[in-house]
């Protein structure tokens, strides 16, 4: 008994320092002077923001400009009535796509587009998860073309600690080659570009700062650069293999007690720390080594079972 108190007590400190965490690094990435207003009701801002960003795609075209490797270094967007270009809807160069997204019990249509043409054919080591720490450069706007921020240099952020937008788009593009100029500067190579158009739900929702106003929709361009794998709970397994969405939009949280796997050191609350249960003779295996109840590979395993430990 004194060893499952110990543990649910590690586990919910664990998890409100990371829901601190998070909480801190998306104020971080807005201004200092941030207002909150009353928040609307999801579904009636959802119905708004959608017309909103689909009139944009329809009345607005994209150039992009590459270096001679094929990376994406600029992109410029306009109105069709000035540039004489197709929408971005209907380009075909870079086709839309989209992703439903559930969350606030609605399924959020988020539209984005893939920039470079390399392809995912290296993706071991190349895309992240949405607990994954991503190296980017990038420009957010308004629906009005307006720009708020931008990182030219490149930022590093841990994806959980930013709008869910990212967290859910991010993941769909693979990471490029990095290296050291003579000057001490890196050249990134490719890399995986794209634009995401993020509902307002997905983003600040009812908080305004100096550029971005209340329930404003965005847009990102971003180069994806480099992905650090993170192990948020210490338990030895990467929080990659920890971290998803159930049908409902929650994240995954095996034994159903408010903190999710990624963060939780002890996956099936049976009053053993994963970080253990998941051993071989003292040593931690590679998560697809990891065994289950009968001591082999495959099927449910030992840390998410509470029948062995």
């Known amino acids: 008994m004194q060893r499952l108190l110990i543990v649910n007590v590690m586990k919910k400190i664990l998890y409100v320092l990371s829901i601190s965490a998070a909480l801190f690094l998306a104020s971080c990435n807005k201004d200092d002077d941030a207002k909150i207003t009353p928040p609307r009701e999801y579904t009636e801002v959802y119905a708004e ?17 590459k270096d001679g490797n094929g990376d994406v270094t600029d992109v410029v967007f306009g109105e069709t009535s000035e540039t004489n270009l197709p929408s971005i809807m209907d380009q075909t160069e870079y086709p839309i796509l989209h992703k439903i997204v559930r969350k606030h019990d609605i399924d959020y249509k988020v539209y984005y587009l893939k920039l470079d043409t390399k392809g995912d054919t290296d993706l071991d080591g190349k895309k992240p998860s949405g607990a994954d720490k991503v190296l980017t450069t990038y420009k957010g706007y308004n629906l ?26 991010i993941p769909e593009f693979r990471s490029g080659d990095n290296s050291f100029n003579n000057d001490g500067t ?3 190579t490719n890399y995986g570009s794209g634009v995401m158009f993020v509902p307002s739900g997905l983003a600040y929702f009812n908080s305004s700062s100096s550029g971005i106003g209340t329930y404003a929709s965005l847009i990102f361009t ?20 920890e971290f998803g969405f159930n049908t409902d939009g929650t994240v995954i949280d095996t034994d159903g007690d408010g903190v999710p796997d990624y963060v939780d050191v002890d996956d099936d609350n049976d009053g053993y720390l994963t970080k253990e249960e998941i051993k071989i003779n003292g040593v931690t295996p590679d998560f697809e080594n990891i065994l289950n109840c009968s001591g082999t590979t495959g099927g449910l395993k030992k840390h998410l079972d509470t029948s062995c430990h």
Do not use: A, P
């Open 49 to 65: 923001d959608i017309v909103k960003i689909e009139d944009y795609l329809n009345s607005h075209s994209i150039v992009v400009t």
């Open 144 to 169: 009005d073309n307006t720009g708020f921020d931008s990182s030219n240099f490149g930022t590093f952020f841990d994806l959980t600690g930013v709008i869910s937008g990212w967290q859910y788009i």
């Open 186 to 188: 890196t050249n990134f």
């Open 222 to 241: 971003f180069n994806l650069h480099q992905v650090i794998y993170l192990d948020h709970d210490n338990d030895g397994i990467l929080s990659r293999y």
